[in-house]
Structures are given as C-alpha cells and as structure tokens.
C-alpha cells in the first residue's frame, strides 16, 4: 500500500519541481520579421547566389549556331502492321528486296519507340551490335558480319547499346606521300 500511494506524490512533486525551473527560466520574446525585412534578406540572398558570380556567355548565340535538325529530314521510317519507329539514316545495313516497302512511313500509323517497335517484329528485323568505332567509320567491319549481313532475309539495323546507330562509311587514310629527296631534286 505504501509504494501505491507514494507514486501519485512523486508526480506530484516532480511537476512541482518543473515548474520551479520553467518560472526561473526568463521567457525571451522577440517581433516578427516585418515584410520589408524578408525582402532585405531575400534580395541579399538573390544578389550572392552562385549565378549571381557567373559571367556572361561570350562569343555567338548557342540556340542560332546550335539549331535543331528536323528529326524526320534525319531518320528513316520503319512500318509494319500499323505501327512505325524511326531509326537514323544510315542504320539500315540491308533491305531485302521483299521488304523494301516497310522503309517508309505509312500515314496512320503508331509511332512507337525502338525498343517496343524492334520487340514486336522480331521476325523480320534483326540488329548487328557496332562498336562506335565502327559506327565512326575508324574501324571497318568484320568479313564474317558483313556476309552474314548480305545473305540475311531480314531487315538488319546497326545499333550500340541496343539501340540504332548510323554507321558512317569507311573512312580511308590518305596516302603517305613520301618526302622529295633533296639531293635527288638538286642534280640535274
């Protein structure tokens, strides 16, 4: 009985003891900021940002040197069954004569991604993986893909990293012109 009625005495007691120290505590009171106020510390703010130490852009405007191609000029439709996707020009590798109508665009059709396009129509596309060394031109590519390239009856489309890139024809070195001989060209 005793711990019981002891316990309400406890609390009792331990509010008694907060309340001591909240009362010895001085309560501090301050204004609000006034609007004009905020706006000084904004300002301030704005004015010592990061791109407030950024210089402006010398030399020619970015978006009248750097304009957009139409995406269309540059690419080469691929339809089937009502639905299209567009591939770079120079991705298709090999169009066999049986499916030379599919590379173009058919009015109606849905646009689709590659990714979607290529996985409904597999039976007909198949891809060969360039490196972009190759798709650069720097590097030919091997004998082997490109018989097998000449002899598919499927559409075949470059690509690099699983999605279709042109790939630019070889580029050949220029001939190492050798340098005159001196002591040739000053006999007579």
Partial sequence: ???????????????????????AQEAVMRDAATHEQLSEVLRVAINKG???E??????ADPT??????????????????GRATLVPKKAILHVPANMADRVKHQPGSQIQTW??????NRAWVTTVE?????????????????????KSSALVVAT?????????????PAPAVAP???????KP
């Fill in 180 to 186: 005159a001989n001196t002591e040739t060209a000053k």
């Fill in 64 to 81: 009248k040197v750097n304009i957009p191609e139409n995406i269309v000029d540059s690419s080469d439709f691929l339809s089937f069954a």
């Fill in 160 to 172: 690099y990293q699983g999605g279709p890139i042109s790939v630019l024809p070889l580029k050949v």
């Fill in 130 to 150: 360039v490196s972009r060394v190759q798709a650069e031109g720097n590097q030919p590519l091997p004998e082997d893909t490109l018989e097998r390239i000449a």
């Fill in 115 to 120: 990714a979607e396009f290529y996985a409904m």
């Fill in 1 to 23: 009985m005793n711990i019981i009625l002891s316990l309400p005495l406890c609390a009792a007691a331990s509010t008694l003891v907060l309340a001591g120290r909240l009362a």
């Fill in 54 to 59: 950024l210089k402006p852009a010398t030399g």
């Fill in 50 to 52: 990061p791109l407030a």
